[in-house]
Each structure stands twice: as structure tokens, then as C-alpha cells.
């Protein structure tokens, strides 16, 4: 029979590693941001990483299975039984969910732009302050 006390700091451990990468994301972000000129193209990328993460250490708190994937899409329809307010969150996961791949490569189109990366900065952080606020108790925050 496994120790409850010792499982809980096991799941606070693996969300706090989730985390913790999440948060190097957005630390890309914001650099990539600040650079002259900036690196849009990576920034992007990292905005779609941090959202990712985030919705991956929520179902790891709630102790919920998920497919490897990136579509933060499927992630967030996977986080909603948990907690069905993060409802709101649909239209940045959508947008961001976009990101993890197209700009990577060249694409036909207009250039991505500053204000692109920075509607994508601001939706990683709304995912990012929604899903912490439920998970305060498992990054002690609560």
C-alpha cells in the first residue's frame, strides 16, 4: 500500500517540473521579445509552449492521463471536467494552439508582426495565471 503523503509530494513534484519548464518558456518569450530586433518567430513558438506545459501540469495535478500532443485544443477540452470556467481560456488555446509548428517553417502569407507575438505573449499568460490560480496549493502559492 503506497503512503498518501508520499504520492501527493510526488504529483506537487511532477506539476512543479511542468512548471518550471513552462515558466523558462515564457522567460524565452520575454527575451526573445526585448531583443533587437526581436525574434518573433521563436517567441511564438515559446508562447505555444508555455500554454502547453501549463494545461499539461493541471491534468498532471488532477491526475489525469493525456496523448502526447500539442494541440492545447485537445489539452484544454481535456482540463475542462476539472474545472469547467477554463471554458474562458478557449480562444487564446486556440490561437496559441496554432503556433507550435506553422511558424517554424517558411510560410506563404504575410510576415508575422510584433503585435502577432504579443496577442500570443498575452495568451500564454492567460493560460498561465488561470492554471496556476487552481494549482496554488500544489506550488504552495495558497
Known amino acids: 500500500m503506497s503512503d498518501p503523503t508520499?504520492?501527493?509530494?510526488?504529483?506537487?513534484?511532477?506539476?512543479?517540473?511542468?512548471?518550471?519548464?513552462?515558466e523558462e518558456d515564457l522567460r524565452v518569450v520575454d527575451i526573445t521579445l526585448a531583443a533587437d530586433p526581436p525574434m518573433l518567430l521563436v517567441a511564438l513558438f515559446h508562447a505555444q509552449q508555455t500554454g502547453e506545459k501549463y494545461l499539461k501540469a493541471f491534468?498532471?495535478?488532477?491526475?489525469?492521463?493525456?496523448?502526447?500532443?500539442?494541440?492545447?485544443?485537445?489539452?484544454?477540452e481535456l482540463c475542462l471536467p476539472?474545472?469547467?470556467?477554463?471554458?474562458?481560456?478557449?480562444?487564446a488555446c486556440f490561437r496559441l494552439s496554432e503556433l507550435g509548428v506553422e511558424p517554424r517553417y517558411p510560410m506563404p502569407g504575410p510576415p508575422i508582426g510584433l503585435p502577432q507575438a504579443r496577442e500570443a505573449e498575452a495568451d500564454a499568460k492567460l493560460v498561465r495565471e488561470a492554471i496556476r490560480a487552481l494549482m496554488a496549493e500544489a506550488l504552495d502559492e495558497g
Open 6 to 22: 508520499s504520492d501527493q509530494e510526488s504529483l506537487r513534484s511532477s506539476v512543479r517540473e511542468w512548471v518550471k519548464i513552462a
Open 59 to 76: 491534468l498532471v495535478w488532477q491526475g489525469a492521463h493525456f496523448p502526447k500532443t500539442h494541440d492545447l485544443k485537445v489539452l484544454l
Open 82 to 91: 476539472f474545472d469547467e470556467d477554463l471554458i474562458a481560456l478557449r480562444p
